[in-house]
Structure formats: C-alpha cells, structure tokens
C-alpha cells in the first residue's frame, strides 16, 4: 500500500520482539530501497542484523518479493560472498538459488559460470513444467534463465506464462510480482516499451514497485534515457 512509515514502525516491533530472526531485517532492508531508494541504509540494516542473526540465516531468510536479486545487486559484495557460501537448496528451492548465483556471477563478469548457473535453473525448471509441477514460481524463474540465456522468445513466453498463472485479479499480493518478473525479462531481453507497459502498470495498483527502486536498483538501468522512463519518474515524484 506504500504506507512507508507505518512498515517501519512494524519491521522495528519486529525486530524488537525476535532480534534472532531473518525475516524482520530482510522486509527492512528491502523497505529502505523501496521506499527511500537508500541502499546506504538497506547495508546499514544487512550489517546490523550480521551481529544478531548469522550471514547463513539472513542470506537463506524468507525475502519479500524480489529482494532476493536486489540483495545481490545492492548490498553488494559483502553480501555475495555470504550467500556464494550456502549449498544449492538453501534460498527457496534450487532452481531460485542457481539464479541467484548467476546474477552475483554476472555482476561480476564471470560469463562462464553465469551462463552455467542460468542454464541450472533453466534444467530445473523446465522439469518440473515436464513433470506437471509447474506453477507461477516455476514459470516465473523458466523465463529468467531463458532471459539470462539469451533465448528471446522463451523467455517472454514463461514470464507471461507466469503472469497468466496468478493474475493481480485472483491474488493482489504475489500477482504484481509475476508482473515485475515479465518487465524484468523484457528488460534483459531488450523489449524496452514492453517493459514500461508494466512498470506504469505496477505503479498505478498497490504493489512492491516504486519510483525510488526504479532508481535505484541496477536491474532497471537501461531504461533510464527511455523519455517513457523519466516521464514516469517525473509524473511519479
């Protein structure tokens, strides 16, 4: 609902109440991004919750949706590592966790071992379509390996596979998030103006997007010239 303050003051009663579990400290730091698009204070949070809780339990936490990925790309580095250090399974299921490590790959220029990963997650995935096992999530990670991969074609189809699977009409809460997913892959795949649609989208119903994550998050930075892009910033302000 973009009720910034009042998730605060409920992360901090959290944290009050259970200083020894993940999940308070992860919604925080994602809440810092989201909502001020400080990654100074999302690290802040990350650090402060390593001499409570333990980097295994924070790095295999329950995430909000996406923060997965925006830990990787904004907590950085200090992050990275302590999750490169958990065994496959430990963040979700496999398929979530290879993508994971293909993006931390990724930001750091190791193509060998990116591609590696993404194409784990593309293995995974696309047994458990096969199998019949397929819901949203699957669907939803099918079409980021495939991004990842560089398989165009693939990839939208999965991420609107994932979309159709959990429209925002049936579940107001995890439904954007298959939507993000979709611009995320429109994104990596080059389909700017596609991406938009759902951005704009996004900001118009409640939901985890917001301008300051658009501006901060790496993901989105090549939209950011996009005259769409900085009309949306700009009308969003």
């Not at 009409?169 to 892959?185: E, H, K, Q, V």
């Amino acid at each position: 609902m973009r009720n910034y303050a009042e998730a605060e003051r409920y992360c901090d009663r959290a944290i009050s109440l259970a200083p020894d579990l993940p999940d308070a400290y992860l919604i925080k730091m994602w809440l810092y991004v989201v909502w001020q698009g400080s990654a100074e204070n999302a690290r802040a949070v990350y650090r402060d919750a390593l001499e409570r809780v333990g980097p295994g339990e924070l790095a295999s936490g329950s995430f909000p949706p996406g923060m997965g990925g925006v830990a990787v790309r904004i907590i950085g580095d200090e992050y990275a590592e302590n999750f490169l250090r958990l065994p496959a399974g430990s963040v979700g299921d496999s398929a979530g966790h290879f993508l994971l490590r293909a993006e931390v790959h990724g930001r750091r220029g190791e193509r060998e071992l990116e591609y590696a990963y993404y194409d784990s997650a593309r293995v995974i995935s696309e047994a458990a379509v096969e199998e019949r096992r397929a819901g949203y999530l699957v669907h939803m990670q099918l079409g980021r390996a495939y991004a990842g991969l560089g398989r165009k074609e693939e990839a939208i189809r999965a991420g609107q596979r994932a979309v159709d699977a959990l429209p925002v009409s049936r579940d107001a809460f995890w439904g954007p998030l298959t939507i993000a997913n979709l611009a995320m892959i429109y994104v990596v795949v080059g389909e700017h103006d596609a991406a938009l649609d759902r951005l704009e989208y996004l900001l118009s119903i409640p939901s985890d997007m917001s301008i300051p994550l658009l501006q901060t998050d790496p993901i989105w930075a090549p939209l950011r010239d996009h005259p769409r892009f900085q009309r949306l910033v700009e009308g969003n302000r």
